[in-house]
């Protein structure tokens, strides 16, 4: 039965987000069940993340749907920091407001100072959850 919902109008739906640059490549982004609804929206951590690793102390981000009573799900980012840099959650906070929609800014933003990782580098949300 999963087999042939893959197969819809003769697309195979892979679950990948990808996108497609003006000179024809294609890039793997996220993927669709990485994604959490907050108040109705869907946002896609993927997108979060590029932003947040936009700052210039930014080392590293994960970004994860945690549960909210008001929105269902609200964002969470566990940002790492680069050495010899400082970053204030106001900063970052600051940072984002521009840069992103309020719904897809995360709720919870925290710093820590690594994160999990699978054998081969894989930053493990499920332990982050």
Known sequence: MATNAAFDDGWFRSGDLAILDDEGYLYV???VKDMYISGGENVYPAEVEGVIFGHPAVAEVAVIGVPDPKWGEVGKAFVVCRPDTELTITDLRGFLAGRLAKYKIPAYLE????MPRTA???VQKAKLR
Do not use: T
């Open 29 to 31: 982004v996220d993927r």
């Open 111 to 114: 710093l820590v100072d690594g």
């Open 120 to 122: 081969s580098g894989k």
